[in-house]
């Protein structure tokens, strides 16, 4: 997905969280998007100032304002402006009240990565800002992934997912032949470094291989003492 010029998507992430901010936008730089960070609502607006986004994921509770008083200021020169807010869990009246100051969606914390991406390519589209760049499917040989819809199948059959599943075939179908190390799958999909987590890497690893591999040629692959790689069969 890119802006309808075919230039990337901007979007300012503000929260005062730095890990939480980081992984947002290494997801949102993930799909293709320009990402700007600030940590507190006068950052936000200066920033939104110098260099305007195409859509900003908000945080209600700033250090040094609300997120609420930050929208109105945004909105208040740019009325058309894409906005989702982000929300504590328990705080209902936070989520109606962001609503009705002109928030235009909004996902509660802690939240999926996926979520907010995929609420976050809905926006786009209803704004208009946005245009597909063309399929949203992802093939290798037999396999398709439907990003939009999440649907898998291969060799026609569909194939049940759950999310994490779903979110592990993604990162190797995005990055078909090349060697993905268990460090590196642990950071995309599960946001941990390698600090003996890796066992989950290979537990989830087979239960790729029973849906997609069983029966089946091979696609996914062990490259001992590196990681894993998926590729089409020679």
Not at 128 to 137: H, I, N
Not at 150 to 171: G, K, N, P
């Amino acid at each position: 997905m890119t802006r309808a010029d075919g230039s990337s998507i901007r979007v300012l992430v503000v929260d005062d969280e730095p890990g939480l901010a980081e992984l947002v936008s290494m997801a949102l730089r993930y799909e293709g998007w320009k990402v700007t960070t600030a940590g507190d609502g006068a950052t936000a607006i200066r920033l939104a100032q110098q260099d305007p986004p195409d859509v900003v994921v908000l945080d209600v509770m700033l250090p040094d304002m609300s997120g609420l008083d930050v929208l109105q200021k945004l909105r208040g020169t740019r009325p058309d402006l894409p906005l989702l807010l982000l929300t504590a869990k328990e705080a209902l009246e936070d989520r109606i009240a962001g609503l009705a100051a002109g928030g235009d969606d909004y996902v509660t914390k802690p939240f999926s990565v996926e979520e907010l991406v995929l609420r976050l390519r809905a926006l786009m589209r209803r704004s208009g800002v946005a245009a597909d760049t063309g399929d949203a499917r992802l093939i290798v040989a037999d396999l398709i992934l439907d990003e939009d819809s999440h649907e898998v199948t291969r060799s026609d059959d569909e194939i049940q997912l759950t999310a994490t599943e779903f979110e592990l075939l993604r990162f190797m179908m995005r990055n078909p032949h090349r060697v993905l190390t268990k460090a590196q799958i642990l950071q995309r999909v599960w946001n941990h470094d390698d600090d003996g987590r890796s066992n989950v890497v290979e537990l989830y690893i087979s239960y790729l291989r029973r849906k997609i591999d069983a029966g089946r040629t091979p696609l996914i692959r062990t490259v001992r003492g590196v990681g894993y790689v998926l590729k089409p069969p020679r």
